[in-house]
């Protein structure tokens, strides 16, 4: 069976959730994010040109590979929430399933309820047959929620550029 390519994300809705399409002021709010001390595990303090090269990536991933990213949208106020992704630049040997909380948006659940449709869309939809999420040392939150979600840490993956992260493989 051929598989389905999204030209861009389709909208997904959860009960607290929106996860659509990027839009040009999400750019922006990733800018902000990025000059800030919480991007420490994103790749850290980014310059807007970097920025926009992963924005785009996250984007150009649908028409290519029929997964990407999205925004993450508070249903309930409209405001960014924050984002999630299956995405596999170059330099990543897997299929990653990331995500990231904007400030004020923790703790309340949103990164789980946004990882768990995002990979039910990766599985089932996209057919992705293997997922993994990369992850900091460090970043114990990301560590505990990939954990909630039943992944597993693999030791023996590879890492993008060989970085010293943990690989967490998603069943």
């Known amino acids: 069976m051929t598989k389905v390519l999204h030209q861009v994300a ?21 800018v902000a994010l990025y000059d800030t001390d919480r991007a420490a595990f994103i790749g850290g303090r980014l310059p807007p040109a970097k920025v926009w090269d992963g924005f785009m990536s996250c984007i150009g991933h649908w028409p290519l590979r029929g997964f ?3 925004a993450v949208e508070e249903r309930a106020t409209g405001l960014l929430a ?13 299929i990653e399933l990331g995500w990231l909380v904007f400030d004020g948006f923790e703790g309340r659940g949103f990164a ?9 869309f990766a599985l089932e939809a996209a057919r992705v047959e293997r997922l993994v999420s990369y992850i900091d040392q460090p970043n114990r939150r990301s560590i505990a929620l990939a954990k ?15 970085d010293p992260c943990f690989v967490y493989r998603h069943k």
């Open 10 to 30: 389709p909208e997904i809705v959860t009960d607290r959730l929106r996860l659509r399409p990027y839009r040009m002021e999400d750019f922006l709010a990733l």
């Open 68 to 70: 990407g990213g999205w």
């Open 82 to 94: 924050g984002e999630v992704a299956i995405h596999q630049p170059p330099h990543y040997p897997e």
């Open 112 to 120: 789980y309820e946004a990882a768990v449709v995002a990979r039910r």
């Open 148 to 162: 909630r979600l039943g992944a597993r840490r693999d030791p023996e993956a590879l890492t993008p550029n060989q």
